[in-house]
């Protein structure tokens, strides 16, 4: 397939947290709201002047000074992140929109507090309390959280307006980045997809790290392309899998895994595609922050949501996900380190076997996979698996006919 | 009435008789295949060698005491052993004898030993055969009978008072222990299956608190996982392995919590009874515990359960409002499956006495704070922490204890008494997640150094007196309490409560260092290693870096515990020990 004409430019902004896009936006007088974590609404960091941006740790190398802070078995997502604001990669940042969701990824804002990891006179590190269900007070719960200890801290220290109206007009350019983002991802569900995996990765990743105005011309540039878009005539891949768990912003673990030949049609990261890019359906009667917190709640698929009614939506999730993107298999995958997620893994990855029928691979990989011959190895058995599989079916289909 | 109603121990069993006998068959098997493995020859060389060791160990005793002065053979009668190394020999599972006190305090130990001996045989004699049956079902109930063990272990080296209070406190323990296990065994559906009994009963997470159940005073909360796995790990600590094994091979990564992970693997092998009216899981206190119900409600699908979830900031009044709604709602999940009705009579009446025992404990700490700290120890930790979360004031049997020991301990401070008798050198704390009871870590430090452990982290909690009128009130104190379980109150709502705070309690309980048990997999206490580390030297206040992994000794063994204690105290604190026969023993195999 022909190169995609922004793809460069978008791997190019994924290498800098603090990137073209956004020193540009934050030149033009915009604030950069940093954030980690689906628990926080992305929407309401894009009212008014403000923008969002997805902290991530691009080319991690050493992380020894975080290590000495927290441990060399602590969730190195969180300690590469502490790494790179003790290095000054957040000096960008005038704040940070934290939840206490686990102790890891608490800590690590903790540390960019105490550590006085960021100069800037006005910079502030929030920290939201959340729950653990979604009942109706939950959602009230969440809904105060963020009006008191977000949008308040918003307005009292960046002046930044944060009435209804809005905030309407950023959950309408959000919905809009939803829409390019979805019909985008859309494509992978063809037989042949004019799309690969890695590059719908780049896509939503970008859409994340980005202030929203300026990613989103672009990204319905790309989306106009991709319709015309003339896939080869045989699919490159050997198999086409969905993969389901952790927080994924690292390019290297799809490179890794269409070099091995499978191909990612579904992604269901802790936030990306599926859940991150919905859009929200807002009415005029109730609260529009209890609205949008119900939103995220229930399309939230953090294991840390302990009810049964959200741990059956999660496999549920991954089934439906995986058969509407005719996945061959399912990747279960943890960051390492991560308790929550060591802990749904192995249960989910055996009941998605045993009881969902799915062929399901499940690992554990660093932050940063870089060119893991492990994990190289555990793919290409997989997809050989996945191959093997379907030339049995096959055949079984060509005995029935026969 | 009684606590616990003596009528629930005498509800009609139904014992499935077939089963057992198959469960015999099965056992019978397994002991005959034991028999013909066995080989005898390394049996009778093994007994000859200990025959030979235990000569030894008496012709050694023998030329000791032949080797004494007279006033040293008296102050022996009199004050007992000081070298309580050669208690333990390499590879044995018991001590090789008990420790000789001097004649009254043998005497005292002596009557403890039988008084505790007396109330398990009449608590177990209330409905033996469940209980016998249960033994042959799961292997962690074999492990219970080494508990007496447990209590002298936890006891070594005490004399005077000292000795009457630890024993008084850990009486109360076991009694709640006993009682449980025959509850536990009584409704089992494996062993007694009284189905009477189990509709009465309301299982918790291990780590939940037991006040919610003092408004349904006719129902029994039992922590569901405390007995197979918890407790049982404490008195005996390879007990948990099997489990842990269990749930890594079914793919649980081994950097994951040992206690979650232990219960996890209890399930899998199938170590929990099925049993109970519903069970309320939480997701306190940490990340691991939230996770590990998930494989529990898995196991028992036909038990309904309530997620009792708080919020993580607690210090935030704003999100009151949702713990004191989930507080409710697990009220009103409990009524609808067992029937019983919430008693606000019944529950301010146990909070009134939990009240009462919280400023018992705060004479306590006043005590401890001082230059002769009277109450320390082992025994009097598990006690704070079982009072604390699984008694919570809903036995009144307890206050009685309570003012046993106060009596004891008051008069102990008038005559400036010494906890350990003539060996107190220094003044500590512990902090972060201890592991006291797997092993017998602050007795040991005081035996051997000097050292007095003043009190731990997880003993300082919420001391503020519970609402006992004011309904709606009384059901915000009940979510400041949970909020503030142990542990949760300083691994949750930032890290102010466990760095901070650390050196506010430091000035307050005068300490010469900071017994810091690094439990290697606990994260959340790994994430503020390096603030500890950094404030701790702008203070000037030594940390005695220690660690550990709870049940799981095959990370760090109780030796490797001790030489890392051993080393701080020679090169930093410069000290020499008091016991120099503790300083390096082997127990890895020792209850």
């Known amino acids: 397939m022909q190169d995609l004409k922004h793809l460069i430019k978008f791997e190019n902004l994924l290498d800098d947290a603090a990137n073209d896009l956004v020193k540009e936006a934050q030149a033009e007088g915009q604030y950069a709201i940093g954030y980690t974590c689906y628990h926080m609404p992305e929407v309401l960091l894009n009212v008014d002047n403000c923008f969002s941006t997805r902290m991530r740790a691009p080319r991690t190398g050493s992380i020894d000074i975080s290590t000495y802070y927290m441990s060399n078995y602590t969730c190195e997502f969180a300690r590469a992140l502490l790494e790179r604001g003790i290095e000054g990669g957040y000096e960008y940042l005038d704040g940070v929109a934290g939840v206490d969701a686990c102790s890891a990824m608490n800590r690590c804002y903790e540390h960019l507090e105490v550590l006085e990891c960021n100069k800037k006179p006005h910079f502030f590190v929030t920290h939201t309390d959340v729950p653990y269900k979604v009942e109706d007070y939950n959602v009230d719960q969440v809904a105060t959280q963020m009006r008191l200890r977000l949008l308040d801290v918003m307005h009292e220290k960046l002046g930044i307006d944060v009435s209804d109206e809005a905030i309407r007009k950023a959950v309408e350019e959000h919905n809009e980045l939803c829409r390019v983002v979805t019909e985008i991802g859309n494509f992978r569900k063809l037989e042949n997809p004019p799309i690969t995996g890695y590059e719908f990765h780049v896509i939503s990743l970008v859409s994340y790290c980005c202030p929203t105005a300026k990613i989103l011309p672009l990204l319905k540039e790309t989306l106009e392309e991709i319709k015309t878009r003339k896939p080869d005539p045989k699919p490159w891949f050997r198999a086409r899998v969905a993969i389901v768990g952790s927080e994924v912003d690292d390019l290297d673990l799809t490179r890794l895994l269409e070099e091995a030949g499978a191909m990612v049609v579904a992604d269901r990261y802790c936030y990306g595609s599926f859940p991150g890019r919905e859009e929200i359906r807002l009415n005029d009667d109730e609260d529009i922050v209890k609205q949008i917190a119900r939103h995220y709640m229930m399309t939230s698929e953090c294991p840390r949501y302990m009810a049964e009614e959200k741990i059956k939506q999660r496999r549920d999730t991954a089934d439906r996900l995986a058969k509407e993107y005719g996945a061959d298999g399912i990747i279960f995958e943890q960051m390492k380190y991560c308790d929550f997620w060591a802990f749904e893994r192995p249960l989910a990855s055996h009941i998605l076997t045993e009881e969902y029928g799915w062929p399901t691979l499940s690992i554990d990989r660093s932050y940063n996979v870089h060119n893991s011959g492990q994990l190289r190895t555990r793919f290409q058995a997989f997809v050989e698996a996945l191959e093997i599989k379907r030339i049995r079916r096959n055949a079984q289909e060509q005995e029935v006919v026969g | ?591």
């Open chain 2, 1 to 591: 009435m009684k606590y616990i109603d003596p009528k629930n121990f005498r509800l009609k069993d139904h014992i499935d008789w077939k089963a057992q006998a198959e469960n015999m068959k099965e056992i019978a098997g397994i002991v005959g295949e034991l028999v013909k493995e066995t080989d005898w020859k390394d049996v009778a060389a093994a007994a000859g060698k200990d025959a030979k060791g235990l000569k030894k160990r008496i012709t050694h005793e023998v030329n000791l005491l032949k080797n004494m002065s007279p006033e040293e053979v008296k102050d022996l009668v009199l004050n007992g052993e000081k070298q309580l190394g050669k208690l333990y020999a390499n590879g044995k599972m018991a001590t090789v004898r008990r420790e000789w006190r001097g004649i009254k305090d043998t005497g005292v130990d002596f009557y403890e030993w039988t008084r505790m001996w007396g109330m398990l045989l009449a608590t177990f004699s209330k409905d033996l055969v469940p209980a016998l049956m249960g033994a042959t079902h799961y292997r962690w109930m074999i492990s219970y009978f080494c508990c007496h063990s447990f209590m002298d272990k936890n006891t070594m080296g005490l004399r005077g008072r000292a000795l009457k209070m630890h024993h008084e406190l850990i009486y109360a323990i076991f009694r709640y222990v006993a009682e449980n296990l025959v509850l536990l065994m009584k409704a089992d559906e494996k062993v007694g299956n009284s189905t009477d009994l189990s509709k009465k009963i309301v299982l918790f997470d291990e780590m939940t608190m037991s006040q919610i159940m003092a408004g349904f005073p006719d129902l029994i909360g039992i922590p569901y996982q405390l007995m197979p796995v918890f407790l049982l790990s404490e008195i005996d600590q390879l007990a948990c392995m099997p489990y842990i094994d269990a749930i890594e091979s079914y793919g649980l990564p081994s950097d994951t919590c040992p206690v979650p992970s232990s219960e996890c693997g209890a399930v899998v092998v199938d170590a929990l009874p099925h049993m109970g009216a519903c069970f309320i899981s939480s997701s306190m206190p940490c990340d691991g515990s939230v996770m590990a119900s998930s494989y529990t409600s898995r196991r028992f699908k036909d038990l309904p359960t309530y997620h009792l979830a708080f919020p993580v900031r607690y210090e935030d009044e704003s999100i009151m409002d949702a713990a004191v709604k989930d507080i409710k709602g697990c009220i009103k999940f409990i009524e609808d499956n067992t029937g019983a009705k919430w008693n606000w009579d019944a529950y301010f009446a146990a909070m009134k006495r939990f009240n009462e025992e919280t400023k018992y404990e705060l004479q306590k700490w006043e005590i401890n704070q001082t230059p002769y700290p009277q109450l320390i120890g082992p025994c009097y930790e598990l006690f704070r922490k079982w009072n604390y979360e699984m008694d919570g004031g809903l036995d009144p049997r307890i206050i009685s204890t309570f003012k046993k020991v106060d009596k004891l301990m008051l008069k102990a401070y008038e005559n400036k008494d010494e906890a350990w008798r003539g060996k107190m050198k220094y003044r500590a704390i512990v902090w972060s997640i201890p592991a006291h009871y797997y092993a017998n870590f602050s007795n040991w430090a005081a035996n051997c150094w000097g050292v007095d452990i003043l009190v731990e982290m997880e003993s300082l909690n919420f001391t503020k007196p519970l609402e006992t009128e004011d309904k709606e009130e009384a059901l915000k104190d009940l979510s400041r309490l949970y909020e503030r379980m142990v542990m949760r109150r300083h691994t949750n709502g930032g890290y102010d409560h466990v760095v901070t705070e650390l050196w506010r309690q430091c000035e307050a309980w005068n300490v010469d260092f900071v017994l810091m048990y690094q439990h290697v997999s606990c994260k959340n206490m790994a994430t503020v290693q390096g603030l500890f580390e950094d404030q701790a030297r702008e203070r000037g206040i030594k940390l005695l870096w220690c660690s550990h992994d709870l049940m799981d000794p095959r990370t760090v063994s109780r030796k490797d515990m001790r030489s890392e204690f051993n080393e701080f105290m020679r090169t930093v604190m410069k000290a020499e020990p008091v016991d120099p026969s503790l300083l390096d023993f082997e127990d890895d195999t020792t209850w």
